[in-house]
């Protein structure tokens, strides 16, 4: 059972913090215009690990409705910002320009640079932080209402915030969508570097429903933050009916669109899930690389309603700000039992065989495949059998400008104290077992998961560690090698102009032979190389 609001609630905002907790914040309560929610009840922090609903300080927020709220991690934590909306549920009530900064941390609000016009019922969604490109946070409002609720205005504008350590700055951007209120923003990656903006639905200036899905990037430079001037071109897929003051969230890089209002005024059950990255089909392709979006139909909400908020699920991933512990008790009981219970498979070798410990001094022996004072052991050698490490406090920077790390796509490329020279040489070692020419390197596109990409692998692999190695044919990334007589007889070498790239090729047919019987010797009690 997840904890129950304190007291029901309509048109408040909620946003996500990227370690999965979420804040909900504002709204009003009650039938026709109905009252504001009060101080008491209007801050509240939902922890999905704990499972707990607290209050929080309301002190220094200003109470109102149809606003947007947006998490964004900054140099200085986590901030939310409660942005624009009615200060006041009387009908004629006009917006506000109001922007409050909630410091998670500190439990504290203070005022932020305001919106550059005022604003309710407004899309709101976050872009970054990712490469150069988009290395910071920023929050986006698309479009709103710039009238109150009983003579409403709409807009297409679109508003950055960036937030600076002090009260941040607003830019409007050259572009504005298809004006509207109520409808639901969500920035996500199309799979890959840069995000996308998207808008979809709302109704216009007359009221009427909408289907428009439009988006935009958050940013036209991998290198230097630049801000789009135009949207983007692609046809995207619309709506297959139109709807307005629906909840929408993002996760994994899709959208979800929950209930809503539909054009003839009929509340909604229905969801959806937007795939940026996919075609839909039977409808209208995008070009190769960019698809035009598919929608999917899920499962319906257990009642129809509209008006309400949803949070984004934090993906567990391997570079993502927190890893899962605490999130499920049963995924933790599983790690710990993998750490403490299960061990290697028991080596057919025995130490003590001679021919094994032969192996075992070839295995450290400088030079054997013609590095000077490198041996196997330089690279799988160390407590686990490699010599890999972590050496990067998770997660790791995006781009070094901003940290010691680089990640491109999956690759963990850089850390700061690699590359360097051999025999520690970088997280990822090219043993010359990378082809790009071959068919099975393959890479799907993650921006069109129709379309394929060139490989990754040409920096080379992490040592991969040679405990229990005698039973994990076949071998290498791809599994080219099926037994250790081809990792070590070079058929599956690239032969390349570097001596690493011959370093697993043992010409010697003895050699090869003792080193393979070594090989097969361990297991959880082999003594590791230093
Ligand atoms: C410069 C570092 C380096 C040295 C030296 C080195 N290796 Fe490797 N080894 C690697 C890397 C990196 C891979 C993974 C390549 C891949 O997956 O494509 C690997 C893969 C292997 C594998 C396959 C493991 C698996 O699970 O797929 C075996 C077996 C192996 N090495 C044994 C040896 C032996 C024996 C020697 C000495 C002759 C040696 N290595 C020397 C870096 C090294």
């Known amino acids: 059972m997840l904890p129950a609001l304190p007291d029901a609630r309509r048109d408040f905002a909620v946003a996500t913090l990227l370690d999965g907790r979420v804040m909900i914040v504002g709204g009003r309560q009650g039938i026709g215009d109905g009252n504001l929610v009060g101080a008491a009840s209007s801050v509240l922090l939902f922890d999905p690990r704990a499972n707990t609903l607290v209050a929080k300080s309301s002190n220094g927020f200003t109470a109102r409705h149809s606003l947007g709220t947006a998490a964004l991690l ?15 549920t009387a009908a004629n009530t006009a917006p506000s320009t ?96 840069p995000y996308h903006v998207f808008a ?55 959208i979800y669109l929950f209930g809503g209002i539909d054009a003839d005024g009929i509340e909604l059950a229905t969801t959806f899930e937007l795939n940026p990255a996919a075609n839909p089909a039977g409808g209208t392709p995008g070009a190769p690389g960019v698809p035009s979006g598919a929608f999917t139909a899920k499962a319906n909400l ?92 998770a997660p790791p920077s995006f781009d070094l400008a901003h940290g010691d790390q680089e990640v491109a796509a999956a690759e963990l490329r850089k850390t700061a104290s690699q590359p ?27 921006a069109d998961v129709g379309a394929r990409i060139a490989a990754l692998g040409a920096n080379g692999f992490n040592i991969p560690s040679l405990l229990g190695v005698g039973t994990s044919a076949p071998y290498y990334h791809d599994g080219i090698a099926p037994t250790l007589d081809a990792v070590l007889n070079g058929s599956a070498d690239g032969f390349g102009a570097s001596t690493l790239r011959t370093i697993h090729r043992v010409v010697d047919v003895a050699q090869r032979a003792r080193l393979i019987e070594f090989l097969e010797s361990i297991d959880g009690d082999t003594v590791t190389p230093p």
């Not at 005022?118 to 479009?143: C, D, S, W």
């Not at 709302?202 to 933050?225: C, H, K």
């Not at 020419?437 to 993650?446: F, I, M, Q, S, W």
């Open 420 to 446: 360097g020279t051999l025999p520690e040489n970088g997280v990822l070692v090219d043993v010359g077992t990378f082809d790009s020419t071959r068919l099975h390197e393959v890479r799907v596109n993650p």
């Open 200 to 254: 979809i639905g709302g109704r216009d200036a007359i009221g009427a429903a909408l289907t428009t899905v439009e988006a935009y990037v958050g940013t036209t430079s991998q290198v230097t933050p630049t801000d789009p001037t135009t949207l983007v071109a692609t046809p995207l897929t619309q709506l297959a009916g139109a709807r307005h003051s629906f909840a929408i969230g993002a996760s994994n890089n899709r």
């Open 302 to 393: 257990p009642s129809s309603r509209h008006g309400f908020g949803v949070s984004s699920a934090t993906p567990v991933q391997n570079f993502g700000p927190v890893a899962s512990t605490g999130r499920d008790e049963r995924q933790d009981a599983i790690n710990l039992w993998i750490q403490h219970r299960v061990r290697a498979l028991r080596a057919k070798n025995a130490a003590t065989d001679p021919l094994v410990a032969e192996g075992r001094t070839l295995f450290e022996t400088t030079g054997l495949t013609g590095v000077a004072n490198v041996s196997c052991a330089s690279c799988h050698g160390g407590p686990k059998w490699t010599r890999s490490t972590v050496d990067y406090i």
């Open 98 to 193: 109001l922007v409050e900064e909630y410091d998670v941390a500190s439990d504290t609000w203070s005022s932020v640079a305001p919106l550059p016009s005022a604003r309710a019922e407004f899309g709101i969604a976050v872009t970054g932080r990712i490469n150069k490109g988009e290395p910071i946070q920023r929050m986006h409002v698309l479009g709103g209402n710039t009238g109150s609720l009983q003579t409403p205005g709409v807009s297409g504008s679109l508003f950055v915030f960036t937030p600076d350590g002090g009260a941040g700055n607003w830019k409007t951007l050259a572009m504005a969508i298809t004006p509207r209120r109520n409808l639901g923003a969500a920035g996500v990656v199309r799979g890959a570097f």
């Open 74 to 88: 900054t140099d200085d934590g986590f901030k939310v910002y409660a942005v624009g909306g009615y200060a006041s």
